[in-house]
């Protein structure tokens, strides 16, 4: 199954395009824990897919329409958190807490890394996902909370997009 890779090799490269600044990111850090908290609080994988899409409009009209997507990322997020359980019992009982604190830890870092000086904040943002990619992986293996295709996916856009931030800040 090829296409994950190559879709999140164009996601990436679209993410990259035009950075000047690795903190710019952040948003996307944010983002990584969002669309495993959409799954987990839903009980559905193909909510990921749904919450990916949503983090992705917010994050390109941050890029082009100067719209600052962090708030709504993590209103979205709370959202989820308060929402999620109202309705039902979450099965597994674990899933939505793990997420819920990935969640807090992105956030808290992307939120960080925005009030950082560049090179710092950049560098922040490279490891996170880095550190994302890692929790990506994780989950591929054990086939929990997303599907195999959104966790392959996201693996390599945090790897590929942790790459370009890093080269983007370390060439400043």
Do not use: N
């Not at 000047?20 to 944010?30: E, H, L, S, Y």
């Not at 209103?75 to 807490?97: D, T």
């Not at 989950?139 to 856009?157: I, K, P, Q």
């Amino acid at each position: 199954m090829a296409w994950p890779i190559a879709l999140a090799v164009l996601v990436a490269a679209a993410t990259a395009y035009g950075l000047t600044d690795g903190r710019d990111v952040a948003p996307v850090v944010a983002a990584s824990g969002l669309v495993y908290l959409a799954a987990a609080a839903t009980q559905r994988r193909w909510a990921a897919w749904v919450a990916f899409g949503i983090a992705f409009a917010l994050i390109s009209l941050d890029k082009f329409a100067d719209l600052d997507a962090m708030p709504w990322l993590l209103v979205l997020a709370g959202v989820l958190v308060v929402g999620g359980p109202a309705s039902r019992r979450a099965h597994p009982w674990w899933a939505l807490p793990l997420q819920t604190a990935a969640m807090l830890v992105l956030g808290a870092t992307a939120v960080l890394a925005l009030r950082l000086e560049p090179t710092v904040g950049g560098l922040l943002v490279a490891a996170a996902l880095l550190g994302h990619a890692a929790w990506d992986v994780h989950h591929h293996r054990t086939g929990r909370v997303v599907d195999h295709a959104l966790a392959r996916f996201c693996a390599v856009l945090d790897v590929v997009v942790a790459v370009l931030v890093g080269i983007v800040t370390l060439t400043a």
